[in-house]
């Protein structure tokens, strides 16, 4: 199987490069095939691929800078690009953060941003997978990943998906707490990236999601992160993501005070990024130390309001690459294996658009996913996400039709933003400080 990842120089790629070496045995993979615009982060995550590999000469890396090379013949394509860098990202957050806002890389206006700027790249990227790699699945990894997702499927169709390991870890953290896999317990989710609620977890026709809850709450992440309390009053666990929502206030204080996570990660990856030294060893060594202290700070403003306890989590420990390589694996044998997934939704979430991507488990086989139809939230949960929905379409509407009129709007339609008044102080902003943002939205 030929995989290639585009926006191989990202500070990840090992990590995914990882988990597809723990798959290797059981899915034949040619070379992984990096591809990034910027030849300097390719070569040092290169270095880093070659150190951790050694003498065992596991899944060697191709690296490119040509697109269409990178493409070709490719049977899955990974997407993880951050168009503008962490820079861009440091705006993205900032802005909001100054006028009282919620700055967050994939919630509120940072979202916002973040998918504008990014949508075009995805869906010139998903044309030339069309052009070069006819067939092949998209597996989208880049933030926000519904959004984004969505306008690759209008590209591809069914063969693009969204993959974010937060779904997963709630699953797993919720079965080790009753002492399980999870794979042996079958999980009823129903979200949009980073929103969305476990409803119930299948021994079999049994749920065991009410013993959970009323006997083992306390070791669920999730759960401490949304307060025990209110999990036990609303019976479901939410995503992790649910903080910036439930403690927005708290969270916009600890940003202030600590600086946004854009720019604790900027700092963090310039030490690794900046080194002279070319040598493997060496980058293996920084690379991991700069991941540690990555790790450690993971969702720090949130573990504020409450929770002291590791996430496993993209940034905490599972990974997204992890889900990335078991999709690979269960297309590549046709396991049918469960696996939670950014899909169209064609009414498997009954009370959202069809064009929607949503996240729920599916099964996954040689054709790809099939998704599990899940049934209503309670109204409190799924009037959020209804409105979460409505700035995920309103950005789209940007992405498509630029104007100041429709940045405004996407920025105006996301809950966390109190009012149109903001919104355009928010748009303003990031027109004076984005480059090249002002002449797009003219």
């Given at each position: ?19 597809l070496v ?55 394509v ?17 802005v909001?953060?100054?006028?009282g ?12 941003a ?42 591809l ?17 919720a ?19 980073h ?26 992440h999730?759960a ?39 720019q ?27 991941k540690?202290?990555?790790h ?36 590549a ?8 997934l ?11 658009d ?22 209503t ?10 409105r ?47 480059d ?7």
């Open positions: 199987m030929r995989i290639a990842l585009v926006g191989g120089g990202g500070f990840r790629t090992p990590s995914v490069h990882d988990a723990q798959i290797s045995s059981e899915v034949p993979i040619e070379p992984l095939v990096l591809h990034d615009v910027d030849g300097r982060r390719l070569e040092r995550i290169a270095a880093v691929i070659e150190a951790a590999n050694g003498a065992r000469g596991e899944l060697g890396v191709r690296t490119t800078t040509d697109l269409d090379e990178a493409l070709d013949g490719a049977d899955v990974f997407v993880a690009i951050r168009p503008g860098g962490l820079e861009a990202r440091v705006v993205d957050e900032a909001p953060l100054e006028l806002v919620l700055g967050q890389e994939t919630v509120g206006p940072g979202g916002v973040f998918a504008l700027r990014t949508i075009p790249e995805v869906v010139r990227i998903a044309e030339t997978v069309r052009g070069r790699a006819p067939g092949a699945w998209f597996v989208n990894l880049t933030n926000p990943v519904g959004v984004v997702t969505e306008a690759a499927r209008v590209v169709g069914s063969k693009a998906v969204g993959v974010c390991d937060s779904p997963t870890a709630l699953w797993r953290n079965s080790a707490a009753m002492g399980r896999s999870a794979t042996t317990l079958r999980p009823s989710y129903a979200g949009l990236n929103l969305g609620w476990l409803t119930a977890l299948r021994d079999g026709d049994h749920d065991v999601l009410p013993t959970l809850i009323g006997e083992h709450l306390d070791e669920v999730e401490r992160l949304a307060g025990i309390a209110s999990v036990r009053a609303r019976g479901l666990i939410p995503n992790e993501y649910l903080t910036y929502y439930r403690d927005t206030d708290a969270v916009i204080r600890a940003f202030r005070r600590d600086g946004s996570r854009a604790v990660l900027a700092a963090q990856q310039a030490r690794f990024y900046d080194a002279r030294s070319q040598d493997p060893t060496a980058a293996l060594t920084a690379w991991r130390a700069a540690d202290e990555r450690g700070t993971y969702m720090s403003e949130a573990r504020d309001q409450g929770d002291r306890g590791s996430a496993i989590t993209d940034e905490g420990g599972l990974g997204y690459g992890n889900v990335a390589a078991a999709f690979v694996r269960a297309v044998n046709d396991t049918r294996e469960r696996m939670i950014g899909v169209g939704n064609d009414g498997a979430v009954p009370w959202l069809n064009r929607a991507t949503v996240e729920i488990p599916c099964e996954v086989g040689a054709d790809g996913p099939e998704p599990e139809p899940q049934s939230l309670p109204p409190p949960e799924r009037e959020l996400m209804e979460v929905r409505e700035a995920e379409r309103a950005t789209s509407v940007a992405a498509e039709t630029p104007s100041v009129r429709s940045l405004v709007d996407a920025i105006a339609a996301h809950p966390v933003v109190p009012s149109r008044e903001l919104a355009e102080r928010i748009a303003d902003a990031y027109l004076e400080r984005h090249g943002m002002r002449e797009r939205f003219a």
